[in-house]
C-alpha cells in the first residue's frame, strides 16, 4: 500500500507539471521556448542558455538553473556533442534537453517564472560533460564549480535584470550536483566572490540539490550565506556524500540561513524522471517539490 501511495504521488507530481505545460500550449517534453546567448561574468565567454517563458508580459520573478556535471542535455545525444554555440551546429540544442531540465523548467513557467537554463559545459567545448568518478579530471578545470561557473550565474542574473519582463529583485538560483555546489560558492558569504558582488545585488534565494560539498566543490568551509538556501540531499546517494553536506551546513543551519533536507532511501538525481521507479525516489521528488514552493513562499512572498 505504502508503495502504491508513493507511485500514485510520482505520478500526480508528472501529471501536474504536464498540466502547468498544457497550460501555456505546450507539451510537457516540448523545448524551450527560445534559445538566447548572454555574457558570463568572466568577461570572455558567451554562454548558451535557454528560456521557459510564462505566460503574460510580466515582468515575472525568474529562476537561474546550473545543470550538473553531465550538462544540460540528454545522455542519449550528449556523447556526439563538443561545442554549442551560436555559430556552431551540434546534437545539442534546445531539442535534446534532459528530461529533468525540461521538468523543472516546465514547473517554473507554469508558475509564473521566467526560467532560464544556462549551458555552462558547451560554451567552453565540454558539451558532452563527464562521467561519474571524474572530479579530478584535469578537463574539468575549466568549468569547474568554484570559480568558472559562479561567474556564469552571476552574468545570467545580470542579464535577466536587463530584460523588462523579469522582475530583477525576484531571482532564484538553482542547480543539480555539480551545478548545486555551484549554487553554494556563489551564494557564500566568503571573501571569494565579494569582489564580484560589488555591482551586483544578490539573488533573492537558493535551492541546492545533491550537491558535492567537498573542499574540492565547495571554497568556504565556515559555511555562511547572506540569501535563504535550501540544500536536498539523498541519504542513498551513490555520488556525493550528504553526511559531508550536512556536517559543512549545520552552522548556516543553526543560523537559520540554510535548510537541509534529507531523504531517507533517495540516491542521487532523485528528481530524474529516469529514476522514479525507486520508490524513494518518487517520495523525495514530491517532497522536494513541496519545499521548494515553502522557499518560494516564505523568500518572495507567494
Not at 530584460?163 to 538560483?173: N, P
Not at 566572490?193 to 574540492?216: E, I, K, Q, S
Request: charged share 20%; aromatic share 6%; with cysteine.
Amino acid at each position: 500500500m505504502k508503495r502504491f501511495a508513493m507511485l500514485v504521488a510520482s505520478l500526480a507530481l508528472t501529471s501536474a507539471a504536464g498540466a502547468f505545460a498544457a497550460g501555456r500550449g505546450r507539451a510537457p517534453d516540448a523545448a524551450p521556448d527560445e534559445t538566447v546567448y548572454l555574457p558570463s561574468a568572466d568577461g570572455q565567454t558567451e554562454l548558451v542558455g535557454y528560456l521557459f517563458k510564462p505566460g503574460g508580459p510580466g515582468p515575472h520573478p525568474a529562476v537561474v538553473m546550473q545543470h550538473g556535471r553531465a550538462g544540460p542535455y540528454s545522455s542519449n545525444v550528449n556523447a556526439g556533442c563538443t561545442t554549442v554555440a551560436r555559430d556552431r551546429r551540434s546534437p545539442c540544442d534546445a531539442r535534446t534537453l534532459s528530461r529533468r531540465h525540461l521538468l523543472w523548467g516546465h514547473y517554473w513557467a507554469g508558475r509564473g517564472y521566467l526560467a532560464l537554463l544556462v549551458d555552462s559545459f558547451g560554451p567552453r567545448g565540454k558539451a558532452q560533460g563527464f562521467g561519474r568518478g571524474t572530479h579530478d579530471d584535469p578537463a574539468r578545470d575549466s568549468v569547474n564549480e568554484r570559480t568558472v561557473r559562479p561567474q556564469d550565474a552571476i552574468g545570467a542574473l545580470r542579464w535577466l535584470r536587463g530584460r523588462s519582463d523579469v522582475d530583477g529583485q525576484r531571482v532564484l538560483l538553482q542547480g543539480w550536483s555539480n551545478g548545486a555546489s555551484t549554487v553554494l560558492n556563489t551564494v557564500a558569504d566568503g571573501p571569494a566572490l565579494r569582489a564580484a558582488w560589488a555591482d551586483t545585488a544578490p539573488f533573492r534565494a537558493a535551492v541546492a540539490l545533491y550537491p558535492g560539498c567537498g573542499p574540492t566543490a565547495v571554497t568556504e568551509r565556515r559555511y555562511a550565506t547572506a540569501v535563504p538556501l535550501l540544500v536536498l540531499l539523498g541519504d542513498a546517494d551513490e555520488e556525493v556524500s550528504p553526511d559531508v553536506c550536512a556536517r559543512l551546513l549545520a552552522g548556516a543551519a543553526e543560523r537559520g540561513q540554510a535548510t537541509v533536507r534529507r531523504y531517507p532511501g533517495a540516491s542521487h538525481d532523485f528528481d530524474d524522471p529516469g529514476r522514479q521507479g525507486n520508490p524513494a525516489n518518487a517520495a523525495a521528488r514530491q517532497a522536494a517539490f513541496e519545499e521548494v514552493e515553502r522557499l518560494v513562499g516564505q523568500a518572495l512572498g507567494r
